[in-house]
Structures are given as structure tokens and as C-alpha cells.
């Protein structure tokens, strides 16, 4: 049986398409860094291959990622084990007229020289959560690529809150956040299983937010930094409370035990950043510094609420599920993480680098 004939510029669609899934995007950056005229719409063929490599290869990145570890997640008030396979019977996503839009964006636009990514999807409905993973893939590809600025400017991009969990300090970067960030969409069905499935992925994306703030150098860039994860916590932590699936922020107090355990100081956060800035400057910018530290207040109430429920409580099993994760932190590495956070709005570390 012949393989199917596509176009040459279906054929760079296909290309990045397997990048961007595979997780490879440095693959194809000599496309991404280039135009291409493209016809108005994809032949069948090329059309049906797209959606055959989204089901399969962003299912298999997403068992890569962490589903295949065994672990447990919360139904009601029942603790599922097993692989997430196991603990779910349909993992079934589902891709949309938006992860084609920005597939084929990616492939007609150059990002060299563009201020920010133009596509939107024809369809009215929010995206999907396969297409939010999708655009959290092309964003992982995109800064493979040394072009993340330009996609993650893009407001369909800015518009999928699973971006803002994988990607908050990029987005934070390029632009303000939302007022809010609804967060619904990943806290049942198929986005609690995404969540569950990513969670070690989170927890080290976010303590790797944290260890590069010792790198960054611009304080305007520090301040965006923080507003990205603040905006993002103060959003998600209420909205998983409200839910009763606290399990899912866990990747939280997981960052938090490897910030901990890397004992980074004050003067680590700020030791590359620009000198003789205004007081304004200079303010936002150790804000930003603490943001992640800040973020943490609301889960020593979870903890101290899960601590009081008793065996014959129904919600007791699911809170020994988020009181067991919390003792890779505790309260005492937690205070400790509290002192530092007080100690980058004083602004002594940043004096200290700066003298």
C-alpha cells in the first residue's frame, strides 16, 4: 500500500506536527523560523494524519510525562490506585478546529521578526483539553526553538489555562494576566486526568521556575515572572479547594520540597539582576522573587483542616492522601520558606548584590 501524497507545505505541517508531539521541537526550528504559503484548507489525507498523530502521540507524551507511575488519585471521596490507565477507564481526548489553527499557524508564519502568533480557531467553544495540551506542547517546542516569546504573545495561547499551570512564567513575561484564569476545565473529567497524569511534570516545571529567577537579569522580566505565578496560584488553589480535589495541587507542595531541600538563599534569587533601578523597580521585582513563596500561604490552612478530620469522616481518606504529600514539605521547611520569601521583600538580599 503506496503512503498517502501530500504537498510539500502539508508535508513541514506533518513535520512540526511530530515535533511538537514528540517533544522535539529544536527538530524543526529552520521551519519554525520561516514563512510558507499554504492553501486554504488540507487535503483529506493531511487532515485525517494530523488528528491520527494528536491522538496517539500526545496520549503516549502524556503517559511519558507521569502516567505511567503508580500512584493514587480521589474520586468523591474514594482513593484510586494503579497507573492512570488503571485508575481511569476512558482517557479519550478530543482535538478541535484550535489545535489545527495553531498547527497550521505554526507552519504559514514565520516566528522570526513577529511580534506574536495570529490563529483562532472557527469554532466558538473554548478549546478542548487535548487541544490545551497541544498548545502547552507547542510552547515546549517553541522555546526549544528560541522562539516562545511569539507563541506564548498568541491570545488563543493566553486563553488555555493549562498553559498558565506549564507555562506561567513565559506567559507571565509576555504580557499581563487575565483578571482571572478559570481553571473548571481541569478539575473534573478528562482535565483532572491530564492534571493527575502531570503532576510530577508541574512540580518540577515550577521549582525550575524558581531556580532560573537566579539567571534573570532584566527586573521588568522578575516582575512578570511573579505576576504569571501569582495569578496562576491564587486562581488554581481556591478553585481545586472548591472542587475537593486538593490531591491535584500537589505538584505545589512538591516544588516547594525541592526549594527547600536546594537551600537556595535570598542573594541566589537576585544575583543577576540589573543594578540602579528605581524604587518602583525595584519593589515589583522582589515581589515577583517571593511570588512562588507567597502563593504557598493558603495550604498550611488545607493542612490543619485535613489534620482534623477523623477516621469515620467521609473526606477522611482523600485528606490523608494530601497530608501524606505535604510531608515532603512540612511546616517547618514551610516556615523556613516563609522567612525567605520576607526576606527578598525587604530588599536586603538585593542591596547586599547591589553594594
Known amino acids: 500500500m503506496s503512503s498517502p501524497r ?3 507545505s502539508e508535508f513541514d505541517l506533518l513535520s512540526i506536527v511530530r515535533a511538537v508531539v514528540g517533544g522535539d521541537g529544536s527538530s524543526v526550528a529552520w521551519l519554525l523560523h520561516r514563512d510558507r504559503n499554504m492553501q486554504p484548507a488540507l487535503c483529506p489525507q493531511t487532515h485525517d494524519l494530523v488528528q491520527e498523530m ?4 500526545v496520549m503516549l507524551k502524556l503517559c511519558q510525562l507521569g502516567g505511567w507511575r503508580n500512584t493514587r488519585s480521589i474520586r468523591g471521596n474514594e482513593v484510586l490506585r494503579g497507573r492512570l490507565w488503571e485508575r481511569h477507564e476512558s482517557l479519550a481526548l478530543t482535538y478541535t478546529d484550535f489545535s489545527l489553527q495553531l498547527l497550521v499557524a505554526l507552519t504559514r508564519e514565520s516566528l522570526e521578526g513577529t511580534d506574536a502568533l495570529v490563529f483562532r480557531s472557527p ?6 483539553i487535548g487541544d490545551q495540551l497541544v498548545a502547552c506542547l507547542a510552547l515546549d517546542a517553541a522555546r526549544e526553538s528560541s522562539c516562545a516569546e511569539v507563541v506564548a504573545r498568541a491570545k488563543p495561547i ?9 507555562h506561567a512564567d513565559l506567559l507571565g513575561q509576555m504580557g ?7 481553571f473548571k476545565s481541569l478539575l473534573d473529567g478528562p482535565g483532572a486526568v491530564v492534571l493527575e497524569a502531570l503532576s510530577d511534570e508541574l512540580a518540577r516545571r515550577w521549582f525550575a521556575m524558581e531556580q532560573g529567577k537566579s539567571e534573570v537579569r532584566n527586573m521588568a522580566d522578575m516582575e512578570g515572572i511573579g505576576l504569571g505565578q501569582s495569578r496562576t496560584l491564587e486562581c488554581f488553589l481556591p478553585a481545586v479547594q472548591q472542587a475537593g480535589r486538593e490531591d491535584l495541587a500537589l ?3 512538591q516544588a516547594a520540597a ?10 541566589d534569587f537576585t544575583s543577576s539582576l540589573q543594578k540602579h533601578k528605581s524604587m518602583r523597580e525595584r519593589s515589583a521585582a522582589m515581589v515577583g522573587a517571593a511570588a512562588f513563596l507567597d502563593g504557598l500561604t493558603p495550604l498550611l490552612g488545607w493542612v490543619q483542616s485535613k489534620s482534623s478530620l477523623r477516621f469515620f469522616d467521609d473526606e477522611y481518606e482523600a485528606g490523608q492522601v494530601f497530608l501524606e504529600g505535604w510531608s515532603s514539605l512540612g511546616t517547618l521547611a514551610y516556615e523556613e520558606l516563609q522567612s525567605l520569601a520576607g526576606e527578598l521583600r525587604s530588599f536586603s538580599a538585593l542591596e547586599e548584590n547591589q553594594s
Open 6 to 8: 501530500v504537498s510539500a
Open 54 to 57: 494528536l491522538a496517539k502521540g
Open 158 to 166: 493566553r486563553s488555555a489555562p493549562l498553559c498558565w499551570l506549564m
Open 123 to 128: 469554532s466558538k467553544q473554548a478549546p478542548s
Open 176 to 182: 499581563k494576566p487575565p483578571a482571572k484564569i478559570d
Open 258 to 267: 525541592k526549594l527547600h531541600k536546594a537551600r537556595l538563599s535570598a542573594q
Open 251 to 253: 505538584f505545589v507542595v
